[in-house]
């Protein structure tokens, strides 16, 4: 699996968009780039996904570069809810779509 | 529709008893994922199995743990002659293709 960078911790205004950055510059071409994030001890949840193509959900927007070198994982009107651990991740069906989670970005929401 | 469902929530073994994890996966997913977290550390894969079969168990420690997803029933988890090592939760997920839809863990103790 491709390895992803990103930054331990982030602040963003409550309604304000946040945006996290990750890094996988040895992604390869059939690798697609998740996004999850973990609340407090709950389990993971899954947000979103992309392979080349910038995707949107009701919960957030992934804008992935032309080189596919990196993403950016959109929340466009963060609420204290949103305040938790996001997870970039990149797997492909060579290693089972299995999820090898890094140490992430520790997102705090602030009023 | 219900979510992936995980029993017990809660287990607390002494050293050396056996701790069986159950995950009942979101219907029609035919994909079980286990990932376990120790205190403090972020989730490791552990396996990954489709019914009656172990796909990939390359995170699964050596000894003492197995894994199993039969055709009829949930997705076992199971740990023999537990160790004050093995307390962490217990995280499994469900997948219809290729996104991970996780349960609410179960947190083992051992005493």
């Known amino acids: 699996d491709a390895k992803t960078t990103q930054p331990p911790s982030m602040d963003c205004a409550e309604g304000r968009a946040a945006n996290l950055p990750c890094n996988h510059s040895?992604?390869?071409?059939?690798?697609?780039v998740y996004w999850y994030r973990q609340i407090h001890s709950q389990g993971p949840q899954y947000i979103i996904h992309?392979?080349?193509n910038n995707e949107t959900n009701e919960m957030a927007s992934l804008i992935i570069t032309e080189d596919r070198k990196s993403s950016t994982l959109i929340l466009p009107h963060a609420t204290l809810r949103d305040t938790a651990v996001y997870y970039c991740?990149?797997?492909?069906?060579?290693?089972?779509?299995?999820?090898?989670f890094g140490k992430g970005t520790s997102l705090l929401v602030t009023p | 529709n219900a979510g992936v469902m995980q029993n017990p929530r809660h287990l607390v073994r002494r050293r050396g008893q056996e701790a069986r994890l159950r995950c009942s996966p979101v219907?029609?997913?035919?994909?079980v994922y286990w990932y376990r977290q120790l205190p403090e550390e972020g989730l490791k894969f552990m396996v990954y199995?489709?019914?009656?079969?172990?796909?990939?168990e390359s995170g699964m420690p050596k000894e003492r743990f197995s894994a199993e997803f039969p055709k009829e029933g949930p997705s076992i988890l199971r740990i023999q002659q537990v160790v004050r090592g093995d307390s962490a939760a217990y995280f499994c997920?469900?997948?219809?293709?290729?996104?991970?839809?996780f349960g609410p863990g179960t947190r083992l103790t051992v005493t």
């Open positions: 997920a469900s997948s219809p293709q290729v996104e991970q839809y």
């Open positions: 040895t992604i390869s071409g059939n690798e697609y």
């Open positions: 992309g392979l080349k």
């Open positions: 991740i990149v797997t492909g069906s060579n290693s089972g779509y299995a999820l090898n």
């Open positions: 219907k029609g997913h035919s994909h």
């Open positions: 199995l489709q019914k009656e079969n172990i796909i990939d």
